[in-house]
């Protein structure tokens, strides 16, 4: 169910679906200690408290010293981590949330994702591992991402702890409609990692003229053709000028002859293709 509510004084409206912003900010590639702060600080103080990381992006810790540091309470920020698939055995994955709590300096998850459906990840094992988690209280909630649509309903109906969200990559340019329908038919959220196409979108003409209109960037349109979509975005910035240009998307919407536009743009890029991703 979507909501609305609003963070910080004069911030723009943020749309949260069962208590995850649709506007979240991703940290992937922010390793160093000191710009992964600042950011996250930066981040907290535009408006956002959906927070993504993973335990292979090693920088959790940096992302807790950030929350602690910020003046927001912990229960404000939605706060998400995912398990490397090496971690996926029992008691693999029982061990590695347990260690994400003491790197991020918290006393639950919101959100604990399987970060792809691989190497040791075994569907009766792995999720029962996770269910074990929500009944532990280490996560409220968990995760699957870069799941297809028939894993996706694989891991549906093994846990007893629903299925959240299904992280994915997702943007104008890999609209991933399939999958978006699978998530509904579930009830189950989809969130977007490289909701920007890794910048693409600014080549894509069709994107730069319903940006111009608005007077607005390519990636404030990507942004919010998701959010109109229904679909969370994680966009991850470095820099201070970004992450606010991302935040400003909130304001921006699109008329239903822009969002057919671009449902209709014909240029199709993958940007995250690893060998063991499960449609290799």
């Known amino acids: 169910m979507t909501n609305v509510t609003r963070h910080g004084d004069g911030a723009d409206a943020v749309p949260t679906r069962d208590g995850m912003a649709m506007l979240g900010y991703g940290t992937w590639k922010l390793a160093d200690r000191e710009t992964c702060i600042d950011a996250i600080t930066t ?71 399987i970060h792809w459906p691989a190497k040791a990840y075994d569907p009766a094992t792995t999720l ?44 104008p340019l890999l609209p991933r409609r399939r999958w978006r329908e699978a998530c509904a038919d579930h009830d189950v959220h989809p969130v977007a990692y490289a909701p920007i196409a890794r910048q693409e979108v600014f080549e894509e003409s069709t994107i730069v003229e319903i940006a111009a209109a608005h007077d607005a960037s390519p990636a404030q349109v990507s942004l919010a053709w998701l959010r109109q979509r229904d679909v969370t975005a994680i966009p ?28 209709g743009i014909e240029t199709r890029s993958r940007k995250v293709d690893p060998s063991f991703a499960p449609w290799n």
Request: hydrophobic residues 40%; aromatic residues 10%; negative net charge.
């Open 128 to 171: 029962e591992a996770f269910d074990r988690l929500v009944e532990e209280g280490v996560t409220e909630r968990i995760g699957v991402s870069n799941f297809t649509p028939e894993l996706l309903a694989d891991a549906c109906d093994r846990t007893t702890a629903p299925i959240f969200a299904n992280q994915f990559e997702c943007h």
């Open 236 to 263: 991850k910035a470095a820099s201070a000028d970004h992450i606010r240009e991302n935040w400003a998307s909130l304001s921006l919407d699109l008329t239903d002859a822009e969002l057919a536009a671009i449902d």
């Open 43 to 113: 981040a907290i103080e535009t408006g956002y408290r959906h927070l993504d990381t993973a335990r292979m992006y090693d920088n959790e810790t940096y992302v807790g010293e950030a929350i602690a540091d910020a003046d927001v309470d912990r229960e404000e920020v939605f706060l998400a981590t995912k398990i490397w698939p090496d971690d996926l055995g029992y008691e693999d994955a029982i061990e590695a949330a347990y260690d994400s709590l003491e790197n991020l300096d918290t006393d639950y998850l919101d959100l604990l994702y």
